[in-house]
């Protein structure tokens, strides 16, 4: 007979393990809803033998991007940027508030841009937001993809502005932008960590972003 190797005595302790923990009134166990109890899952260790384990996911910091001159604090606490009249190409856009271990967080997100001509309301609120998060980090708006305006030389690229909050946790500000925009290029400003793919699902433009927050 073949000598056992570490792997094989790991397991077998793993397995002696798993079933003196579910007899241990102290053990470390979950509830499921049917009213049994189970040991929580083993965390995987690398026992030498040449396997290696995957690490944790880790998720990288959102880039930070200019704030520009038009912000304005006091944004309304809504989802719905748009009004029924107003023209543009309408945007479901939303995503999920992380730390670098990918885990979601409660916080805070407020969203400014422009409308379809490319201008932005300084004398109210419109195409303005805030969203307060709760732990799933999940965020979304329903608004107008933003149209383009001249900046002393160029036209910026269609984009919309964010700051991102959440307890513990440094402050982002941020830009969003959009995959096949023909301004992304040559853009002073973009980061292309910040451009979004789209699609279009029944004459709705839909894009995706999670924002991760450094502490």
């Not at 200019?66 to 604090?73: D, N, T, V």
Request: with cysteine.
């Amino acid at each position: 007979m073949r000598p056992l190797t570490r792997r094989q005595i790991l397991r077998g302790l793993g397995g002696l393990g798993a079933v003196l923990l579910a007899g241990c009134p102290g053990g470390t166990r979950t509830a499921p809803k049917d009213g049994r109890t189970q040991p929580r899952p083993t965390p995987a260790i690398d026992d030498g033998d040449g396997d290696t384990f995957a690490n944790p996911a880790v998720c990288a910091a959102t880039a930070d991007n200019i704030e520009g001159p038009y912000f304005k604090p006091g944004a309304p606490h809504r989802a719905t940027l748009f009004a029924d009249k107003d023209p543009g190409e309408r945007l479901s856009l939303g995503g999920t508030l992380r730390g670098l271990d990918c885990q979601p967080l409660a916080g805070e997100v407020e969203i400014w841009q422009a409308d379809a001509n490319g201008d932005y309301d300084m004398a109210g609120f419109r195409y303005r937001a805030a969203l307060t998060l709760d732990a799933s980090g999940s965020w979304h708006v329903d608004t107008v993809v933003p149209g383009r305006y001249f900046n002393v030389k160029r036209y910026r690229p269609a984009h919309i502005h964010a700051k991102v909050r959440a307890p513990g946790y440094r402050e982002l500000t941020t830009q969003l932008y959009f995959e096949g925009d023909p301004y992304n290029d040559g853009d002073p400003f973009i980061d292309t960590s910040l451009i979004m793919p789209t699609r279009v699902v029944q004459g709705v433009r839909h894009a995706q972003f999670d924002f991760v927050l450094a502490a």
